[in-house]
Structures are given as C-alpha cells and as structure tokens.
C-alpha cells in the first residue's frame, strides 16, 4: 500500500542549530515529494518538491530536502533554524493509486518547537 | 496572482444541521481537491473535482459531498453534522490535477 511515514511527531532544537526531519515513503515507483509547512491556524505553504533530476532540491526559507531512492527517504534540512521555522512540517507524494487515479498522500506531520 | 481563497474562515454549526463550505482557486486552476485535518487522523482526503466533474473520492460517508462550477470555484457540503466533524477543512487547487497542490487558509469548523 501507498503510505508517507514521518517517525518523529515532535522535534525541538535551539535556534541557530542544524535541522532534519525525516519522510520515508512506500511506492513502486518514483513519485512526486512534497515538503509543506503549516502555522497555527493556517493552510499549508509549499517549501519545496522533487519530480526529477537532481536529487538535491531547494526550497524557500532556506530549505532543501534530498531524494535518495535506495532508502525511500525524501528528509528535509536546514543549516541554521531561525525562531520562526517553529510550524507543523508535512511531507507528501503524489502518486498514482491501484485504482489508476493521482492523490496526494500526507505523512502524520513532525511539530518543530525553536528553543531562543 | 491570488491564492486560494476559502469561506468561511470559521463557522459554528449544532449538531444534525447541514453546511456548505466555498473555495475559489488559483485563476487558471482547473482542478479542485479537498481534505479534512484534525489531531487525531491528521490530512484525509475528501474529493478532487475537474472540469466541473468529482474524478477522485476518498473513503468518507455519503453526507460528505461536492460540486465545481464552470469558473472551478468549487463547494463542499456536510449534511447531519455530527460532532466528529469538527474539523480545519482544506481546499487546494492545482492546474490540472497531476501536479503541485497550493493550499487555501482553510474553514475551521465547530460542530456543537
């Protein structure tokens, strides 16, 4: 079955630390990642995606996330995490179901607190 | 250009009433999809709709239901609420389906 895992459901770091939240994935075949990010109270704002090529992708905010097919994992980084990073972090794929129609397919999300 | 827009941003509604919730997409978008995000299930999705037309559904009941019209606005009815359906409902909108969704603010709704 098609599934998006993000193991850690709350990450906390202190600001100016390294950040990287995980995304595993279950799919046959190469599908479309996604990186959202949600505010209290928002909808949810696109930081970056993967279709092909280069595994390595940029994002707004100073985020990138990179594609390694051999693990299923599409994690996501950022080198110095500023107080306002602090948001609901969702990963998705877009993939084709069984039944032959595209969805979206949303991980449980990972809360990150920012530590002044 | 505008983003997704979505109204109400909040509604307050008793149990056994009905609601209808309207998104209108990014111009040009022509597909409309839907999801139910509360704590304990997380993003769910509802329906997708295209060309006026519901092409995907996910495994919700029958009072959950939809429409598009010419323009791609796009609205969602809950009939019977029940308290269960309290929830953020968002509406994302995507060029013709296959590709990146961009997110409305949402309809948090309170069903009493």
């Known amino acids: 079955a098609q599934s998006v895992t993000q193991p850690d459901i709350h990450i906390t770091v202190s600001e100016g630390a390294s950040l990287e939240l995980r995304c595993n994935y279950s799919y046959g075949a190469t599908p479309y990642l996604f990186w959202y990010v949600q505010s209290p109270g928002q909808g949810l704002q696109l930081l970056l995606k993967y279709f092909s090529g280069d595994t390595l992708v940029q994002g707004i905010k100073g985020f990138e996330a990179e594609f390694k097919r051999s693990q299923s994992s599409f994690n996501l980084r950022k080198p110095s995490v500023h107080w306002s990073d602090a948001a609901e972090y969702f990963c998705?794929?877009?993939?084709?179901?069984?039944?032959?129609?595209?969805?979206?397919?949303f991980g449980t999300g990972t809360r990150l607190k920012v530590l002044a | 250009k505008a983003g997704v827009t979505q109204t109400p941003r909040y509604l307050i509604k008793t149990r056994g009433q009905q609601v209808t919730l309207s998104c209108s997409p990014i111009?040009?978008?022509?597909?409309v999809s839907w999801y139910q995000q509360t704590p304990g299930q997380g993003l769910q999705f509802l329906f997708e709709y295209f060309s006026e037309t519901q092409r995907n559904k996910g495994n919700f009941p029958g009072r959950f239901s939809g429409r598009q019209f010419s323009n791609s606005r796009s609205e969602m009815n809950v009939s019977t609420l029940e308290l269960g359906d309290s929830a953020l409902y968002l509406c994302a909108s995507s060029l013709v389906g296959q590709e990146t969704q961009y997110f409305g603010p949402g309809t948090r709704l309170l069903v009493l």
């Open positions: 111009s040009g978008h022509r597909s």
């Open positions: 998705a794929v877009g993939a084709v179901s069984p039944e032959g129609t595209y969805k979206y397919i």
